[in-house]
C-alpha cells in the first residue's frame, strides 16, 4: 500500500509517495510557466490540467499500489469552467493587482468591520471573490458561461472524481466563506453580485471519497478505487505535516514564501486580528490558525544568487561546493549591520502592500557578496520578528518554531532566525510537509491510525534543535530596532 500527497504550488506540482509507517518513499515533481509582470501574475489553467493528468499517470506507473491521494494547493487562485469543463479565463495568482475596484466596492457596500467578523480577514484584493467579481465586470459575456468556480485543491478533487468539494481551510481564503455557519456567505455574494452555487460545497478538512473517475482511471492507468482526500490549504497541510497539534506550536515554512503558522485558541474578536492581515483559519477541533508571512523567503535567496551571484554558483557547481555555504562564508555570528528590506515582490503581514519594493541599506565599500548575502538571510528573519512581535501582541502566542522548507536545511540561517527572533527552532527530517499532511490524513481514512497523534509519531521526525544565542541577539537587537523603522521610513519613496 502506498498513501501520496499531491501539492499544487505556484511554480509547479509534485506528488510524493509514502508507506503506511510514514517512511518517504520518493516524489515526481512537474513544473510549470507563469506569465509575471507589473500588471499580470497568471497561470494558464490548460497547462495545470495537463501537468496533474502527467502526474497522475506517472503515480499509476510508479506505484501500482497506490491507495489514497490527499490534495492540498495554494489558495485565492481558481479556475472558471463552462458547460464543457474548459476553462474561461487564466488563474490570477494572489500577487496579481486586479480587483482592487472590486474590492473596494465591497468595502463600500458591506464595511470593512462586518467583512472580517463573517470571514476572519481583512478585505483584499488577493483573495477570490474581488478577482472573479472583476471577469464580471469586464468579461461578462465570458463571465456568463461559468459553471464552476473551483480553486486548485477542488480542482484536482474535481478531476478526479467528478465532485464539487473543498474544505474549510481553503475556503477561507477566498473572502466569501463565514467562519460562524461555516458555508459561503450570501450576504458577501449579493454585495459582489456573485452566485455561491458556482463554488464548490465546503466540508471538513480530510473529507474523502472513494473511488475516481472511470475515464480518469483508464486514461492514467490508476485504480479507480483509490481515496480522494481533501488535505487542506497548503498552510494548513504543512502545520499538520509539521506536527503542529497543540496550542502555541507554529509551522514555520521555509519555502519560496516565508511563513510563520501558529495554532492558537481564538479569544478575541476577528478584528483584533485582522487589522495586522493575520488570517483566522478553521484547524478541524483544535482551534485555529493565523497565517503570518513575507512573499519573499526562499525566492529573495534564489533571486540573490541568480541575478548577484550567478558566477559563483556556477564556480560551486563545478567544483562541486555548496553555493549556500559559499555565500555565507563570511558569517561569524554577529549581525552584518546591513539592513535588507525583503519587499522584492511587495509587503505580506503585517502590511499587505503590494507597492513597496526590497531595499538595501547601511553599505560600505567594504561591503561583499557574502555580507549581502547574509544580509538577505537577515532581513528575511528581521520580518518574521517583527510578525511575531505583532501576533503576540494581537493575542496570538507563538512558543517553539518547527521548521520546514528548503531554507531550513541552511544551519546558518537557522541560527540567524533563532538569533533575531529568540525562539528555539525544532528542524524536522523531510522537506515535503505539505504532501506528508495530506499522507497523514490519507492514513487516518484509511484506518491505518485512529488519530493525528498517532500519524504524527510515524511521520513527523525531529531532527534537532536551533536555540538562540543571548549574546547575538543581544547585537540583533540594537539592528533590529533600526529595521522596524525602515518601511515607514522608505515607502514614501514609491509612492506615485
Same mark, same amino acid.
Given at each position: 500500500?502506498?498513501?501520496?500527497?499531491?501539492?499544487?504550488?505556484?511554480?509547479?506540482?509534485?506528488?510524493?509517495?509514502?508507506?503506511?509507517?510514514?517512511?518517504?518513499?520518493?516524489?515526481?515533481?512537474?513544473?510549470?510557466?507563469?506569465?509575471?509582470?507589473?500588471?499580470?501574475?497568471?497561470?494558464?489553467?490548460?497547462?495545470?490540467?495537463?501537468?496533474?493528468?502527467?502526474?497522475?499517470?506517472?503515480?499509476?506507473?510508479?506505484?501500482?499500489?497506490?491507495?489514497?491521494?490527499?490534495?492540498?494547493?495554494?489558495?485565492?487562485?481558481?479556475?472558471?469552467?463552462?458547460?464543457?469543463?474548459?476553462?474561461?479565463?487564466?488563474?490570477?495568482?494572489?500577487?496579481?493587482?486586479?480587483?482592487?475596484?472590486?474590492?473596494?466596492?465591497?468595502?463600500?457596500?458591506?464595511?470593512?468591520?462586518?467583512?472580517?467578523?463573517?470571514?476572519?480577514?481583512?478585505?483584499?484584493?488577493?483573495?477570490?471573490?474581488?478577482?472573479?467579481?472583476?471577469?464580471?465586470?469586464?468579461?461578462?459575456?465570458?463571465?456568463?458561461?461559468?459553471?464552476?468556480?473551483?480553486?486548485?485543491?477542488?480542482?484536482?478533487?474535481?478531476?478526479?472524481?467528478?465532485?464539487?468539494?473543498?474544505?474549510?481551510?481553503?475556503?477561507?481564503?477566498?473572502?466569501?466563506?463565514?467562519?460562524?455557519?461555516?458555508?459561503?456567505?450570501?450576504?458577501?455574494?449579493?454585495?459582489?453580485?456573485?452566485?455561491?452555487?458556482?463554488?464548490?460545497?465546503?466540508?471538513?478538512?480530510?473529507?474523502?471519497?472513494?473511488?475516481?473517475?472511470?475515464?480518469?482511471?483508464?486514461?492514467?492507468?490508476?485504480?479507480?478505487?483509490?481515496?480522494?482526500?481533501?488535505?487542506?490549504?497548503?498552510?494548513?497541510?504543512?502545520?499538520?505535516?509539521?506536527?503542529?497539534?497543540?496550542?502555541?506550536?507554529?509551522?514555520?515554512?521555509?519555502?519560496?514564501?516565508?511563513?510563520?503558522?501558529?495554532?492558537?485558541?481564538?479569544?478575541?474578536?476577528?478584528?483584533?486580528?485582522?487589522?495586522?492581515?493575520?488570517?483566522?483559519?478553521?484547524?478541524?477541533?483544535?482551534?485555529?490558525?493565523?497565517?503570518?508571512?513575507?512573499?519573499?523567503?526562499?525566492?529573495?535567496?534564489?533571486?540573490?544568487?541568480?541575478?548577484?551571484?550567478?558566477?559563483?554558483?556556477?564556480? &560551486?557547481? !563545478? %567544483? @562541486?561546493?555548496?553555493?549556500?555555504? =559559499?555565500?555565507?562564508?563570511?558569517?561569524?555570528?554577529? +549581525?552584518? $549591520?546591513?539592513?535588507?528590506?525583503?519587499?522584492?515582490?511587495?509587503?505580506?503581514?503585517?502590511?499587505?502592500?503590494?507597492?513597496?519594493?526590497?531595499?538595501?541599506?547601511?553599505?560600505?565599500?567594504?561591503?561583499?557578496?557574502?555580507?549581502?548575502?547574509?544580509?538577505?538571510?537577515?532581513?528575511?528573519?528581521?520580518?518574521?520578528?517583527?510578525?511575531?512581535?505583532?501576533?503576540?501582541?494581537?493575542?496570538?502566542?507563538?512558543?517553539?518554531?518547527?521548521?520546514?522548507?528548503?531554507?531550513?536545511?541552511?544551519?546558518?540561517?537557522?541560527?540567524?532566525?533563532?538569533?533575531?527572533?529568540?525562539?528555539?527552532?525544532?528542524?524536522?527530517?523531510?522537506?515535503?510537509?505539505?504532501?506528508?499532511?495530506?499522507?497523514?490524513?490519507? &492514513?487516518? !481514512? %484509511? @484506518?491505518?491510525?485512529?488519530?493525528? =497523534?498517532?500519524?504524527?509519531?510515524?511521520?513527523?521526525? +525531529?531532527? $534537532?534543535?536551533?536555540?538562540?544565542?543571548?549574546?547575538?541577539?543581544?547585537?540583533?537587537?540594537?539592528?533590529?530596532?533600526?529595521?522596524?523603522?525602515?518601511?515607514?521610513?522608505?515607502?514614501?519613496?514609491?509612492?506615485?
Amino acid at each position: 500500500m502506498t498513501l501520496a500527497g499531491l501539492d499544487i504550488g505556484t511554480t509547479g506540482a509534485k506528488i510524493v509517495y509514502f508507506s503506511p509507517d510514514g517512511r518517504n518513499l520518493g516524489k515526481d515533481y512537474l513544473p510549470y510557466p507563469s506569465l509575471r509582470n507589473d500588471s499580470k501574475q497568471e497561470l494558464d489553467p490548460k497547462v495545470l490540467r495537463d501537468t496533474l493528468f502527467s502526474l497522475f499517470r506517472k503515480a499509476a506507473l510508479a506505484h501500482p499500489d497506490l491507495t489514497a491521494i490527499g490534495i492540498t494547493s495554494f489558495g485565492e487562485s481558481f479556475v472558471c469552467l463552462d458547460e464543457h469543463d474548459e476553462p474561461l479565463f487564466p488563474i490570477l495568482l494572489y500577487t496579481d493587482k486586479r480587483g482592487k475596484a472590486e474590492k473596494d466596492r465591497l468595502v463600500s457596500r458591506l464595511g470593512e468591520d462586518k467583512i472580517i467578523a463573517k470571514t476572519g480577514l481583512r478585505p483584499h484584493e488577493m483573495y477570490s471573490l474581488p478577482k472573479l467579481a472583476y471577469w464580471k465586470q469586464n468579461e461578462p459575456e465570458k463571465y456568463a458561461k461559468i459553471r464552476h468556480v473551483l480553486l486548485m485543491q477542488d480542482y484536482a478533487f474535481y478531476l478526479l472524481t467528478g465532485e464539487t468539494k473543498i474544505d474549510y481551510s481553503l475556503a477561507t481564503r477566498t473572502l466569501g466563506f463565514s467562519l460562524e455557519t461555516n458555508s459561503w456567505d450570501e450576504e458577501i455574494f449579493a454585495a459582489l453580485d456573485l452566485n455561491p452555487s458556482l463554488f464548490s460545497l465546503p466540508v471538513a478538512s480530510g473529507s474523502f471519497t472513494r473511488g475516481i473517475r472511470k475515464e480518469v482511471a483508464n486514461a492514467c492507468g490508476l485504480s479507480k478505487d483509490i481515496l480522494v482526500l481533501l488535505g487542506g490549504h497548503d498552510q494548513f497541510a504543512c502545520a499538520l505535516g509539521s506536527g503542529v497539534l497543540a496550542p502555541d506550536e507554529a509551522m514555520e515554512g521555509a519555502g519560496t514564501v516565508e511563513a510563520i503558522v501558529p495554532l492558537f485558541q481564538k479569544t478575541r474578536p476577528n478584528s483584533v486580528y485582522a487589522k495586522d492581515h493575520y488570517a483566522v483559519v478553521p484547524y478541524g477541533d483544535r482551534g485555529y490558525l493565523a497565517y503570518g508571512f513575507s512573499y519573499t523567503g526562499g525566492a529573495l535567496s534564489q533571486w540573490f544568487i541568480d541575478k548577484i551571484a550567478p558566477l559563483e554558483q556556477a564556480k &560551486a557547481k !563545478a %567544483e @562541486g561546493k555548496n553555493i549556500y555555504e =559559499e555565500l555565507c562564508s563570511s558569517y561569524k555570528g554577529m +549581525p552584518t $549591520g546591513i539592513l535588507c528590506l525583503p519587499h522584492f515582490a511587495g509587503a505580506a503581514t503585517p502590511y499587505m502592500d503590494l507597492g513597496s519594493r526590497g531595499v538595501f541599506a547601511g553599505l560600505s565599500l567594504s561591503t561583499t557578496k557574502s555580507d549581502l548575502y547574509l544580509a538577505v538571510l537577515e532581513g528575511v528573519a528581521y520580518e518574521m520578528r517583527l510578525n511575531l512581535e505583532r501576533m503576540e501582541k494581537d493575542g496570538i502566542p507563538v512558543g517553539t518554531l518547527y521548521a520546514t522548507g528548503g531554507g531550513s536545511k541552511n544551519p546558518i540561517w537557522n541560527q540567524i532566525k533563532a538569533d533575531i527572533t529568540n525562539h528555539s527552532i525544532v528542524l524536522l527530517d523531510g522537506e515535503e510537509a505539505g504532501a506528508r499532511g495530506c499522507a497523514m490524513q490519507a &492514513a487516518i !481514512a %484509511e @484506518g491505518i491510525y485512529s488519530s493525528l =497523534e498517532e500519524a504524527k509519531k510515524a511521520f513527523v521526525h +525531529p531532527l $534537532g534543535r536551533v536555540d538562540p544565542s543571548p549574546m547575538w541577539h543581544a547585537a540583533y537587537n540594537e539592528i533590529y530596532a533600526s529595521y522596524e523603522k525602515l518601511y515607514a521610513a522608505i515607502r514614501p519613496l514609491w509612492e506615485k
